[in-house]
Structure formats: structure tokens, C-alpha cells
């Protein structure tokens, strides 16, 4: 099973930076206003554990040379980069967890006209993603993408009430950007949604899906853990006091 060093990749892949620089052994990004992930440095080994305070400096100075401060994306195993961040008054936040399971079994055609594979996203869908938060320089990311990429257009009661996207890297599927509308939440819609992305992803040659979720979004842990989804391992991010 994918544990947390080997989807560091996929993220990378299925959400890419506006721009991307190795520094020494940081890969610094760049985000265009699409978020943390795609704005912190990184190591781009993700089997490193540490690194030298040198190169933490190179680093900063790459960040700040985007226009961007301090902001580090420290998967649970780095626990020495993480110790020298930290000494340096760097504070955690945002802890996100990633959860995988077969394609094979998630798998399911939806219902009739119930989610909608499509590309490029509908209006509507577009739509749903802002009132949720996901703008302009989100939905960039997701033009950025260049391998298998799609989004899930869901609807409810003859309404439209959902939105999501998938890409594929190395045979593993990454669902970003999910959101229901309120009115549509709880009532299976994300499952249903869930089940056609993965359909779609076996489809198109692969063999494991994942999802990262935040660990206050206890809702969605739950919904991923009732489809099957196991916990493989964690990230978080420390940046400068706000």
C-alpha cells in the first residue's frame, strides 16, 4: 500500500505549482494564489528526513524571491527538518492526512444522472467550487495538470449539487477539490461521486485512490473511512506566526 513518501510525488503531479525551483534539496513553488500546497518548499526527496540550516536559508531566500514568506511542507517521517523549522519559531498548522484504497474496490457506475465525467468542468461546477472557496487560481491548478485529469459533475434531486477533480499519476489516482453543495451534504451524493471517480481512474490504468483531508474535517474522515479508505500517513505545514 502507497504510504505518505510515495503520494508526495502524486500530490506534486495532480496539483501542480505556477512554478517550481530546486534549491539545494528543497523543491521551492511558486503558487499563483492556488493555495498552500502549491506555495510551500518541499523536499524533493521524499525519503530525506533532514537537512542543513544552509539550505533551509536557500530556500527561504527562493520563497521570498516568489513574493512568498516562509512556508514548508513537512510530511510525519521528517521529523529533523521539522526540529529545525520549529527552532526557528516556524509553527505547525494545517495537519492534512492522506487515505487510499483500491480502485478495484471503490469502484461503481453511478446512477443515472446522478455524476457526470467531463472535461473541461462545466460553468455550473465552477459555480459550486466558488461558493465553496475554490476560486480562479485553483481551478489554474487544475488546467496545469498534464496527465489523466477529469472532473465529476453531481447532481441531486434534478439539481446540480456537486463538484470534484481526479488526476493520475503513476497508476494513483488523487481526488482534489470535492465539494457539495450545503443543501445536497449528507445525503450520498460524495459517495456516489466517489465511487464514478474511481470507476473512471480504473479505467484509465489505475490500481489505487487517494485523498488527502484535513484533520479538523472530521465529516469527510468519515466518509472516506465508511468507502474504505485507510490512513497511510500525514503532512503539515509550518510557516511564520500570522
Known amino acids: 500500500m502507497a504510504g505518505i513518501a510515495d503520494l508526495m510525488p502524486v500530490i506534486t503531479a495532480t496539483w501542480p505549482a505556477a512554478e517550481a525551483r530546486q534549491v539545494g534539496p528543497f523543491m521551492v513553488q511558486a503558487g499563483g494564489g492556488g493555495g498552500q500546497r502549491v ?3 518541499r523536499l524533493a526527496d521524499p525519503a530525506t528526513t533532514d537537512t542543513t540550516e544552509a539550505e533551509i536559508d536557500a530556500a527561504i531566500a527562493a520563497l521570498e524571491g516568489f513574493g512568498q514568506p516562509p512556508l514548508f511542507q513537512v510530511p510525519g517521517h521528517q521529523t529533523g527538518l521539522d526540529a529545525r523549522l520549529a527552532a526557528r519559531g516556524l509553527t505547525p498548522r494545517d495537519t492534512t492526512h492522506a487515505m487510499v484504497m483500491p480502485c478495484a474496490d471503490l469502484a461503481a457506475p453511478p446512477p443515472p444522472v446522478t455524476c457526470f465525467a467531463t472535461w473541461p468542468p462545466l460553468a455550473i461546477q465552477t459555480e459550486i467550487w466558488a461558493a465553496g472557496g475554490i476560486g480562479p487560481a485553483r481551478l489554474a491548478v487544475m488546467e496545469r495538470v498534464t496527465g489523466p485529469r477529469m472532473s465529476f459533475f453531481g447532481r441531486a ?6 463538484t470534484a477533480f481526479v488526476a493520475i499519476h503513476h497508476g ?51 466518509l472516506y473511512a465508511s468507502l474504505g479508505f485507510q490512513a497511510v500517513g500525514q503532512y503539515h505545514y509550518r510557516s511564520q506566526r500570522s
Do not use: F, Y
Open 39 to 41: 506555495s510551500a518548499a
Open 157 to 162: 434531486n434534478d439539481k446540480p449539487a456537486g
Open 172 to 222: 494513483i489516482a488523487m481526488l482534489h477539490a470535492l465539494e457539495i453543495a450545503p443543501a445536497h451534504r449528507r445525503k450520498g451524493l460524495a459517495a456516489k461521486m466517489m465511487r464514478a471517480a474511481a470507476d473512471w481512474a480504473k479505467g484509465e490504468g489505475a490500481d489505487t485512490m487517494a485523498v488527502l483531508v484535513t484533520g479538523e474535517n472530521r465529516p469527510a474522515q468519515g
